[in-house]
């Protein structure tokens, strides 16, 4: 518990997290946000949690994702405006807040918009490796926007993936890629059209960007047995997957209220099933049960992954002693005396309110 | 619209608030954010509202307060942990984001802790200013913790109170608000009893801070004509007022959804009347209609309250020239190529997670 000596509040800068994530090494980071996931879904029934309260504007949306345990409160603000990249300004930015449940002090604040792609992709990897075929080797990669090299990467590093068929709409998306993971073992074939990536893959990851209910794969795509993992359709009106490939899969999801708002599932009747994953890694539910199966991760990203990237991000930045310090809290001599905080004030004003509207 | 170029968030400490108040003076504050509250209650329509989102725990409640309009995005975090002050750590500490809706990028980030007490005391001086008799004078004030000498200041700032009638279970607070409020030209009355401090009061406003079903004031204590500013009871189980004050009385509420929740008026069944504030202010409901009318602001504080307050403490940090930067959002190159901001990652591991967990 913080006394009123130590209330100051850890701060990453973007700067920051990208130098944590450059030291440790960006497979480091899926390794090891993996492995808190892992944990923390393992827990679930720990955690009181709540669908994310989203703010809808005419070019995007504002979110705040809240979970907490007995211990920590987390929250992260994400926006997502796709048109934001026209003036040079990222889809998706991101920060959030680690704070002490038993006082409300908040220790750490964190820039989050790399951490958020880190544990998107960790999660998709952890989710994959529990459902797909065991020796799938070759991903299918839609959408090779901002948030691909690293859905690449987890599924190198997690599950063993060593070619990825790629497609974009944008050339540009496409090529920026191919530099990317240039280098980094992986076999990259290019194709010219979402059937054609699709083809004889194991695994199928869609991670587009457009604010539409877009069909991005078709059920005369899906082969047996095929993991699709869907990452791209997180909101209302935000879909990737046509319904009949919903139908004819095992779909699992994170938390089932959220993703029934702002999933694939939600062109689904609401009593289409659905299987919460934690309920897999619990040994709660069956995942895959036969090699022709087709199964389906509808993520969305929960408020329950960021809290432990926040963690991650905790217990990095103070193995590497990075971050700066905030004084978000008052340091007030007398907690009961707020008053008292203040130099004293004139009983009539110091500055007219009509001054400071000048 | 922030470019590439300005995407850096303007950062208050708590001790750059306070200079802020300091410099301007506490009046001109109070003065200030009461008109901003004015200005924003009085377009309440623009405003894309929702209930504050709560963590409750055995000892206390942290919450989310999110609310934009089609500009400014804003929320706070905010705890309420009684049993803070045992460790020297305050009841109340929050901190609260500016956002721009256009983008998601955030503007502002600002402690609160201070802002907080200065926008309650604001609004609820100007609840009483439209729902109490016209030359109110004396002011009962029940509880006189850390929130009683803002209200103090804001009614005898924005009514006119020069009379305070002053009563705290713990005489120490009593103290403390005594040596706080000496030579700032109101007249003090100490009382042994919150009934005593009551008797002939225009005004009685009750800041107490237990969690609990506490009654403070009962219906043996309502004089005709009197207006209660009810502050302290904000969260579900924590009331001030009893049941048959409330149903004497006319009661009007912040934002009606929050307060069924939170509020007095949670001991009321679902259909007890109430009228929103915003609506007195523009003409839609009638506020005060006679002189011996009871009336009751059952005050939990709203989003909207912060959204003002927010503004006001960033066009007066920008007037004062107060204030850090922070780096909540990379600077990318190319905002689609987060991925390309980061060193080359190697492709085994730079650091194995075991060595991190270590």
Redesign the interface.
């Known amino acids: ?4 000596q130590d ?1 100051s509040t850890l ?1 990453l ?3 920051d997290v ?1 130098r944590l ?8 980071c899926l ?2 946000v993996a ?1 808190r996931l892992e944990h923390d879904f393992g827990r679930w029934t720990d955690f ?1 949690k ?1 669908a994310r ?1 989203a ?1 809808h ?1 005419p ?2 949306v ?1 979110e ?1 994702m ?1 979970v ?1 345990d ?1 211990s920590l ?1 987390a ?1 992260k ?1 994400v ?3 796709p048109k ?2 026209q ?5 998706v ?1 991101a ?1 959030g ?1 680690l ?1 002490d ?6 220790r750490l ?1 964190a ?1 989050l ?2 951490a958020t ?1 880190i544990r998107t992709a960790a999660m998709s990897a952890l989710a994959a490796r529990v459902l797909a075929r065991p020796g799938s080797r070759t991903m299918a990669l839609i959408g090779n ?6 859905q690449a ?1 987890a599924f190198r590093e997690l599950l063993g993936i060593d070619t990825l068929r790629v497609f974009d709409t944008d050339p540009r ?1 496409t090529a ?1 890629l191919l ?2 993971l240039h ?3 992986l076999r990259l074939v290019v194709c010219g059209s979402t059937a054609e990536a699709v083809r004889g893959a194991d695994i199928v990851t869609t991670v587009t960007a457009d604010k539409a209910l877009v069909t991005i794969v078709t059920a005369d795509m899906v082969e047996p047995g095929m993991h699709l993992n869907a990452v791209g359709g997180d909101c209302p009106g935000k879909t990737e997957l046509s319904a009949d490939v919903l139908q004819a899969a095992s779909v699992f999801v994170e938390y089932e209220p959220q993703t029934r708002i702002e999933g694939d599932i939600q062109q689904m009747p609401t009593d289409f099933a659905v299987t919460e994953f934690w309920q897999v890694l619990a040994g709660r539910r069956p995942g895959r049960t036969s090699d022709t199966q087709v199964t389906v991760f509808d993520s969305v990203g929960f408020a329950l992954e960021d809290h432990s990237a926040l963690c991650f991000l905790e ?2 930045a103070r ?1 590497l002693g990075l971050g700066d310090r ?7 001599a ?20 009509e001054a ?2 000048a």
């Not at 518990?1 to 009123?4: C, F, G, R, S």
């Open positions: 518990m913080p006394t009123a209330l701060y800068s973007a700067a990208a994530v450059d030291r440790l090494g960006l497979p480091a390794h090891g492995q009181d709540t309260v703010s504007s070019d995007g504002i705040l809240p907490s007995e409160y929250f603000y926006n997502g405006h934001n990249t003036s040079g300004l990222a889809t930015m920060f807040v704070a449940v038993a006082t409300g002090a908040p604040l820039s918009t790399l792609a926007g901002a948030q691909s090299e690293f990467l998306a920026k530099r990317n280098g980094q073992g217990e990095a193995h905030l004084s978000l809290v008052p340091d007030a007398d907690p009961k005396d707020l008053f008292g905080s203040l130099a004293r004030p004139a009983a009539t004003h110091a500055v007219r309110p400071l509207a």
